[in-house]
Structures are given as C-alpha cells and as structure tokens.
C-alpha cells in the first residue's frame, strides 16, 4: 500500500510540473498573440518591405558571388590570374599544390565541397611549379598549403595536416572548423568545439611558417610517399 501511495504522490507531481509548464507556453503565446494585434497595417506593411528588400539584397550579393567565380574549386594557370582573382573578392583560399603529392588530392575533394557551401569566400588551387616568385613571397615551402586572404592579404596558413588532426582521414567538417578559426568562411558552429577528438593532443595552436626566403624551387612535402 505505501508503495502505492508513493507512486501515486510521485504521478501527482509530475502532473502539476507540466500542468505549470503548460500555463508558462500558453501565456507565452497569449503575449506573442497580443503583440501581433497591437502591430497596425502600416508596420506589417513596413517588417514586410524590410523582410524582401533583405532577401533582394541577398540575392544580388550571391549572383555578384557567382560572376566572380565563386562557388565553385577552380585552378588557376599562373600567378598573374592569382593577383588578379584575389583583388575581386574579400575573402579566398588559394591551395598551393604539387601534382606528385597524393595529399594535395585528399584537399582537393574536400575544398570542393566547401566551394558550393561557402559562396562568400573564393575557392583556387595553383601549381607551385607555374609559381615560384608567389611561393617566394607568401614563404610556402611545405606541400600542401593552402594560403587564406582577406581583402588581398594573407591572414594565415594551414600548413600540411597538422592543424587537422595530423591525419589523411580529416573530415570536411574538420577543414570547415579550421578556415571558420581565421575568419576566412562564415562558420556557423563553435570554433572552441574542434570536429576531431584528437584535438586535446595536439592542442589549438595553429601551424605558422616561417619567414624563410625560397631558394631555387625545392618545397619539402608534408607527405610521406611522393
């Protein structure tokens, strides 16, 4: 019998917790409903103008996006058409690449994904064999790096796998989480929050290069089979 009386004193409970929960929702939505009365035909009329002048906004932005070559991982043949993408948009990833190392292939389909996610940000790829004064002046010795920009100036690096997990399996959401970190994309999740599990060993610290002049056209490979 007391073990009844428990049970029943326990359902009791719970009934007045949602019956509160329930008041608290209904007045919620007694006040949303109030605010919605109070609101005229003249400023309905005005939150709709600013609501559709917003998505026209939004709309050219992404078709100036476009004709700029956004949206999608392209190749460029030289370091003139480096400069030249680069002075049109604010935001671009340029990955310097070699075609001997198998690591450059593995960014290449993820940076192809990012491409049509991101169509703020400028996706490009350039032989650092067709551009030894650029890989001079960025100081890109190790393969694969991929260069991020802002306004035509480098913001950072991200040198090999390292700040990746240190692994060739690094998801997409990985590389997202780490151009999200320079500001290079619009990252919409939480940059304390690291994709990978690893994270706690090999820390935030991101890879920096160092100020070291080129010489002649040798570039060490983050890979270990060229």
Same mark, same amino acid.
């Given at each position: 019998m007391e073990g009844n009386g428990s049970i029943d004193m326990f359902s009791e409970v719970l009934e007045n917790q949602f019956l509160q929960a329930a008041k608290l929702v209904e007045s919620h939505l007694d006040s949303e409903i109030q605010k919605l009365d109070q609101i005229g035909e003249d400023e309905l009329e005005l939150l709709k103008e600013k +609501?559709? #002048?917003?998505?026209?906004?939004?709309?050219?932005?992404?078709?100036?996006? !476009?004709?700029?070559?956004?949206?999608?991982?392209?190749? &460029?043949?030289? @370091?003139?058409?480096?400069?030249? @993408?680069?002075?049109?948009?604010?935001?671009?990833?340029?990955?310097?690449? +070699?075609? %001997?190392?198998?690591?450059?292939? &593995? !960014?290449?389909?993820?940076?192809?994904? !990012? #491409?049509?996610?991101?169509? @703020?940000?400028?996706?490009?790829?350039?032989?650092?064999?067709? #551009? =030894?004064?650029?890989?001079?002046?960025?100081?890109?010795?190790?393969? $694969?790096t991929l260069a991020l920009l802002r306004d035509g100036k480098t913001q950072d690096y991200v040198v090999g796998f390292t700040d990746l997990g240190n692994t060739d399996d690094f998801t997409t959401d990985t590389l997202e989480w780490r151009l999200g970190c320079s500001d290079v994309i619009n990252y919409s999740g939480n940059?304390?929050? =690291? $994709?990978?599990?690893?994270?706690?060993?090999?820390? %935030?610290n991101f890879t920096k290069l160092e100020k070291k002049t080129i010489r002649g056209k040798k570039y060490d490979s983050d890979s270990d089979d060229d």
């Open positions: +609501r559709l #002048a917003a998505l026209r906004k939004a709309q050219q932005q992404k078709q100036e996006w !476009l004709s700029k070559g956004h949206g999608e991982y392209r190749e &460029i043949a030289s @370091e003139r058409d480096f400069f030249q @993408e680069v002075k049109e948009s604010e935001k671009v990833v340029c990955h310097f690449y +070699r075609d %001997t190392t198998f690591r450059c292939k &593995i !960014l290449d389909r993820h940076l192809a994904i !990012l #491409a049509k996610k991101h169509l @703020e940000t400028k996706f490009l790829k350039l032989n650092v064999e067709k #551009a =030894p004064f650029l890989c001079e002046r960025l100081r890109i010795k190790v393969i $694969p940059l304390m929050e =690291p $994709p990978f599990q690893s994270q706690k060993k090999f820390g %935030t």
